[in-house]
């Protein structure tokens, strides 16, 4: 079964960036990863929150709505 995120945290060393994921039960798993190994994760999560933009404003916009019991026709 897959763990929850709990925490993210990329930081910046001499050559490379750290990685560090800490899961919900406080385990924390550390990756050292290049610049172009960032920018690949950071292409592909900004590719996942463009096609789920439209999803994820719906119900945002569906959130914001009051149902104050009258019905529209």
């Given amino acids: ?7 993210l945290l990329i930081t ?11 899961d919900e039960d406080g ?3 550390e990756f ?3 610049y ?13 929150l463009d096609e789920d933009e439209e999803d994820a404003l719906a119900v ?5 709505e009051v149902d104050d019991g009258e019905v529209e026709a």
Avoid: C, G, P
């Fill in 27 to 29: 385990e924390t798993f």
């Fill in 60 to 64: 945002e916009s569906d959130d914001d």
């Fill in 32 to 34: 050292d990863i290049t």
């Fill in 12 to 22: 910046r060393t001499a050559d490379t960036y750290m990685l560090q994921i800490e």
């Fill in 36 to 48: 172009d190994q960032l920018e690949l994760i950071s292409e592909d999560i900004e590719r996942h």
């Fill in 1 to 7: 079964m897959a763990k929850t995120v709990d925490t």
